[in-house]
């Protein structure tokens, strides 16, 4: 009979639910990592602590299974926080596997990491001897279930202890109650009597695999669809506007304000998404279905508390046989097709640096078809939802929004790189200001990725700052950042690079794609500071009539 130890259990009940972990090294966490080893879980290694969550998080974005991270205790643990804060926030499950203060007690240089990680909203699920494998399930039982990030802890004196034999219970899928009698049938009829239905998809939608049902309840209705930017292209065919809200067109917008009655499934209907009260007309009739139990918009007047693929095809039952809507999904393309797209960009700029938006066109034609994009934060955070082709929600990882952090874009490309295994290119976009926090990372991509290219939007500065604050005649010292020639940097790594300060530079990443994708090649794109993205400038004036009205 095998002996295990306490990190041996955990990594063999882990091993039932996860195949990859991302982490570094350490005091607290060295038995748990040959634990996991001789479990046959695949490690990659990352170089900062906080890129050991966020490319667990990453990972389950891009693929929806579940990943772990790994640190040592006390600074490695608190090395990720930012990363832990993001998945919490983001509602992502992963579980971080950390060591912990020995049970005989804190030593000086020891922590409160239970406390710590529960004013992140995170729980805490410390192992004991006894019952390492079943507090091992329950934290991953917890975190898939609530869909949440949690703490792993081992004791540092139980780490390499026999762990005791126990009989583990077998897990049991959740039971899941919907609401589809009274209040799907009220909505059937809401929808039933529309004019110029709309149906809004967001990430609860795709994470609910019910795009399949919501599109065919849309061409049955006549409607047209849209989606949040994380359910991109999720309700892609007849009568689809794109995006809503700051990364949409101001045509596909109007078309939304018009909406008589609005079908929303799965998204929070965020201010970003709402274009901050703009997006949906003052009589529209608004119905959410959501896997939660409140509406999350006081626009919502008829709640659904369902899984949205169930109440869509009870939906689609109570529908039978319903006419659909005249006339509105041709009106939308006529439109459409008449209106502005989203600004090209200008050939020339104040400071002749290149113009993000033909920059962004440009990329999209360069990059390869089959592409997983991960999006860091920052600025230039738009570029890629308005301007490239993404074809499914999960080739999409939007970091650092839920939080509102930058810097987590590295990190996560590792992630979504292990993740993809059909052959697509990962594709990560990030500012020069949250490349410069993750640089350590970038040497853990190199390692991980088959094929990765890393698009730097390179305007020595933290752009958002510089619109939102040296626009108001702040100073901008702090907002600027000496150019750095992340060229040269990304090679002395290992990968293949370009300067990009032109259009045509862009021949050096197609020669790289012609050849075959194979590793990673840097763009380090020397763009202009003068462009303000419009989802920025939407987001500007309305802060200004908030503060406006408390003013006033």
């Not at 992963?94 to 000086?108: E, F, I, M």
Request: charged residues 20%; contains cysteine; hydrophobic residues 45%.
């Amino acid at each position: 009979m095998t002996i295990l130890t306490v990190s041996g259990r955990v990594a063999q009940v882990l091993s039932s639910y996860v195949r990859d972990v991302f982490g570094v090294m350490g005091n607290g966490n060295v038995y748990f990592l040959d634990a996991a080893e001789k479990q046959g879980l695949r490690f990659t290694p990352v170089r900062h602590e906080g890129a050991a969550i966020a490319a667990a998080d990453a990972y389950y974005r891009a693929s929806g299974r579940l990943a772990a991270g790994t640190t040592t205790y006390g600074p490695g643990y608190t090395n990720a926080l930012t990363a832990l804060a993001e998945a919490v926030q983001a509602q992502i499950p992963v579980v971080l596997v950390t060591g912990d203060a020995p049970t005989s007690g804190a030593r000086p240089q020891d922590v409160d990491q239970a406390a710590i990680a529960a004013g992140l909203g995170a729980a805490t699920f410390t192992v004991t001897r006894d019952a390492a494998g079943a507090i091992t399930r329950q934290a991953v039982e917890y975190a898939l279930t609530r869909r949440t990030a949690v703490v792993l802890a081992i004791p540092y004196d139980l780490a390499a202890l026999e762990a005791a034999d126990e009989a583990l219970p077998e897990t049991h899928a959740p039971k899941v109650t919907d609401d589809v009698d009274g209040g799907l049938g009220q909505a059937a009829r809401l929808l039933a009597g529309a004019r110029r239905p709309l149906i809004l998809a967001g990430r609860g939608a795709h994470l609910a695999c019910a795009g399949p049902e919501l599109r065919e309840l849309a061409d049955r209705l006549g409607a047209l669809t849209a989606g949040t930017a994380l359910a991109l292209n999720l309700l892609n065919g007849e009568g689809y506007l794109g995006v809503a809200g700051g990364f949409g067109t101001d045509t596909a917008a109007g078309l939304m304000g018009e909406a008589d009655v609005v079908l929303v499934a799965g998204a929070s209907l965020s201010p970003f998404t709402m274009r901050f009260g703009h997006l949906l007309g003052p009589d529209s009739t608004v119905i959410q279905i959501d896997a939660g139990l409140q509406p999350t918009h006081p626009r919502v007047d008829l709640f659904v508390s369902a899984d949205a693929k169930t109440a869509a095809g009870r939906l689609l039952l109570l529908l039978d046989g319903e006419a659909a809507a005249e006339g509105w999904r041709a009106e939308a393309s006529r439109r459409l097709a008449e209106g502005p797209a989203h600004h090209p960009g200008s050939e020339v700029t104040p400071d002749g640096r290149l113009d993000p938006r033909s920059l962004a066109t440009a990329l999209d034609a360069v990059l390869p078809e089959r592409r997983t994009v991960v999006q860091d934060g920052g600025h230039f955070i738009g570029w890629a939802p308005m301007y490239w082709n993404i074809p499914r929600p999960q080739d999409l990882v939007m970091v650092g929004t839920a939080f509102q952090s930058i810097g987590l874009g590295l990190a996560s490309a590792v992630g979504a790189a292990r993740a993809v295994e059909d052959g697509r290119t990962l594709v990560l976009a990030s500012g020069d200001g949250g490349f410069l926090m993750g640089l350590a990372d970038l040497e853990s991509l190199v390692g991980a990725a088959r094929s990765a290219i890393v698009v730097i939007y390179n305007d020595a500065a933290y752009g958002a700052e510089i619109h939102q604050y040296g626009s108001q005649g702040l100073t901008e010292k702090p907002m600027l950042i000496p150019e750095v020639d992340f060229s040269g940097v990304a090679r002395a790594l290992g990968a293949e690079s370009a300067i990009i300060r032109s259009l045509s530079d862009l021949s050096a990443l197609q020669d790289w794609i012609d050849a075959g994708a194979k590793g990673t090649f840097v763009a380090d794109c020397r763009i202009t500071s003068s462009v303000r993205a419009p989802w920025l400038s939407e987001w500007m004036q309305a802060s200004q009539a908030a503060k406006a009205a408390v003013a006033g």
